[in-house]
């Protein structure tokens, strides 16, 4: 029935059209498809603890135009029946001056399920929470199953005062292409949309949307550990995605159980005004894609409580690709927090003889940092991993022409845990504020350095307490030049391009070459109690002038393999191993030099049969090679040079005729 203008104290049942002004509250009930509207200059207002529309029928349609306000302490639109087919318009694609607006109450709650509704807003919806008793603009909350979608348009505007602005049902929807806002003025958990324990929502924030929340931008999480909680958020190239006074996207969880897939394109940022704030803050597994800037501003804690971490991205494990940013930063004056760019790690320890450390990862964690990509710590790690061995994997690809940035003088810009890592780089790593780039912790871990544009700025080290790797391979015709400190690997291989390091390294391990050029710029510049395997390519010393430019541990030749002395000599300690048949050139010996050996070996080797086949098999400055025990070392020279006998007979002749000559130009006195 059409309402009357002006109606009071009456509650009318059925289909309703209000031109102009009513205070009755509205049901749109028992029959099917029955539709209720408030024309653009209608208005429904009603006080008391009375709903202003309620709905109890199905394939509903509610079309306001005008005004619904609820000014006491009821919903302005209420299902309790759990109703399916509901539809409600709030404005239109030509009209964005509809409102609908809760004094005390939810705007739009849909009390049971199973429900299906879908929510079309183009104008203002508005939940003022007078008494701060968490009334939402939208709640879905209690649907379990069921289509559930909420569509705000460009120029929508949800906005909650106290309270949540949008809380989905299981598996709800959410496309948001104007305004979604919860403001606190009193620090209270207002977040953009709260999930709550409901599995299955999708967020899209579409065009120039904005979500934001007082607290969180998006939040959620499962009732318990064992519960199964998945969400889904894309983020677009304009939109924006902002916790006030946390985190941009915050899900808690417990374990694996608790998956995120996020796709961001635009601006998803954390703020911690007096605790966490971190762009995204995930406690179980992820797959994040990044090609906007993910961001946390700021971090607080006070300072007997530790420091606050300001982190872009923390999360359990899973995938993250990044070509865009992410960044921890920190607020001016703010000294007890640092920010981290990326933290892999599982929750807190609240209690127990573990309290403040961390959980395990939740599974393996994959990052891919692609070309035009930045992940940076403002003042500490671009990347760190945390927490006790999990036996999960972390594996971080850093490509060409993305950068890994860390910040501050403690850490180290890559800095993984207990567990087995494998860090590889073909961009840009970059330690230098603290002089560290890697330091790869526990577990058994593997750094490649791929390609010619890879750099590394600070000391890198392997690990403790596993076996470690380093593989430099640039490509042929590429080089790679490190500066820094290595430590703690049991091998470093080069196999192609030139590599040359120009630091005092310290692994004890082996150095491997199996082709390219390895340059030791500089004496000694391995440890001396690490061996040498040629396995092809070279090895080349420069600016070490002089015997024993570099010790070695030990030497092994699997294949033709080269060195070039540089006016230099090298010592090994032992002879390890001879590929028969494998030849060794040596250059850089007699440039203008009196050494006395191009390379030695300590011990008398001059009846070792591996010893003997390397010296057959060895060139030195084009001629073979000889040797002789010194008492100490076995030395290895070239051989001189000894004239043919024709060439000899010839040269005695020579010799013969010049001191005829010279008799007969002086004859002796008699």
């Known amino acids: 029935m059409a309402c009357l203008p002006l109606s009071i104290g009456n509650a009318y049942a059925g289909p309703f059209s209000i031109g102009g002004n009513s205070t009755s509250a509205q049901t749109l009930g028992s029959g099917s498809g029955q ?55 709030n404005g239109s694609v030509t009209n964005a001056s509809a409102v609908m607006k809760a004094a005390d109450a939810d705007v739009v709650q849909m009390a049971k ?65 104007g305004a979604i806002k919860a403001i606190t003025t009193t620090g209270s958990s207002s977040d953009g949309i709260d999930a709550q324990n409901n599995t299955g929502i999708q967020v899209n924030n579409l065009g120039s949307g ?55 394109r635009g601006l998803i940022s954390g703020n911690g005004v007096t605790g966490d704030g971190d762009g995204i803050d995930a406690d179980g597994l992820v797959n994040i894609t990044n090609t906007g800037t993910i961001r946390s501003v700021n971090a607080f804690s006070k300072p007997a409580d530790g420091k606050a971490y300001s982190e872009g991205i923390s999360v359990g494990g899973g995938t993250i690709v990044n070509s865009g940013t992410i960044e921890g930063l920190v607020a ?28 395990g990862l939740y599974g393996n964690a994959v990052v891919t940092n692609q070309s035009g990509g930045l992940i940076r710590g403002d003042s500490d790690s671009a990347i760190v991993v945390v927490g006790a061995a999990s036996g999960y994997t972390v ?75 380093m593989v430099v391979d640039p490509g042929a015709g590429n080089a790679f030049a490190y500066a820094g400190s290595l430590s703690n690997f049991s091998e470093v291989q080069v196999r192609s391009g030139t590599v040359t390091l120009s630091g005092a390294s310290t692994y004890t391990g082996t150095t491997q070459v199996s082709g390219g050029t390895l340059v030791l710029d500089g004496a000694n510049r391995l440890s001396s109690l690490g061996s040498l395997v040629m396995d092809g390519g070279s090895l080349q010393l420069t600016n070490a002038a002089g ?15 080269l060195f070039d002395l540089g006016l230099s000599s090298l010592t090994f300690d032992s002879l390890d191993a001879v590929v028969a048949g494998k030849t060794l050139t040596v250059l850089g010996y007699l440039r203008g030099t009196s050494l006395d050996y191009a390379f030695r070996f300590l011990g008398d080797w001059s009846t070792d049969a591996d010893f003997l086949a390397l010296i057959d098999n060895t060139l030195i400055d084009g001629a073979k090679a000889s040797f002789r025990f010194d008492g100490t070392y076995t030395d290895i020279a070239r051989l001189a040079e000894v004239p043919e006998p024709g060439t000899l007979a010839l040269i005695i002749l020579a010799l013969a005729l010049m001191v005829a000559a010279s008799r007969r130009r002086h004859p002796m006195n008699r």
């Open 35 to 89: 539709t209720g509207a408030v024309a653009d200059t209608g208005s429904l207002i009603v006080s008391g603890s009375a709903v202003a529309v309620t709905i109890t029928g199905n394939n509903a349609t509610l079309d306001n135009q005008g005004t619904i306000s609820q000014t006491g302490t009821g919903r302005v639109v209420r299902d309790n029946t759990g109703v399916t087919g509901l539809m409600i318009n």
């Open 395 to 469: 594996t971080i690809n850093n490509n060409a022409g993305a950068t890994l940035l860390g910040g501050g003088t403690a850490n180290a810009a890559v800095k993984t845990g207990a567990d087995n890592d494998t860090i590889r780089n073909a961009g840009i790593i970059n330690g230098a504020s603290s002089g560290m780039a890697i330091d790869m912790g526990g577990g058994n871990n593997t750094l490649y350095v791929d390609g010619g544009k890879a750099a590394i700025l600070g000391n890198v080290n392997g690990g403790t307490g596993g076996s470690n790797r």
């Open 332 to 359: 001016a004056g703010n000294t007890n927090a640092v920010g981290r760019g990326i933290t892999l790690a599982g929750n807190d320890i609240t209690s127990g003889p573990l309290a403040g450390t961390r959980e």
């Open 547 to 561: 015997e024993d430019a570099q010790t070695f541990a030990g030497f092994s030749l699997l294949d033709d393999a």
């Open 113 to 177: 399920s199973p429900a299906s509704v879908t929510l079309n807003n183009y104008g203002q919806m508005i939940s003022l929470n007078a008494s701060a008793g968490g009334a939402q603009v939208v709640d879905f909350n209690a649907i379990a199953s069921g289509v559930n979608v909420v569509n705000n348009y460009a120029t929508g505007v949800m906005t909650a005062y106290e309270a949540d602005a949008v809380r989905p049902g299981v598996n709800g929807v959410v496309n948001n292409y």
């Open 210 to 264: 904005t979500i934001d929340g007082g607290r969180h931008g998006i939040t959620g999480g499962p009732a318990n550990a064992t519960a199964k909680f998945d969400i889904g958020v894309t983020n677009d190239t304009n939109a924006v995605i902002r916790g006030n006074n946390g985190s941009g996207i915050n899900l808690d969880g417990y374990n694996a159980n608790q998956t995120a897939t996020v796709v961001n």
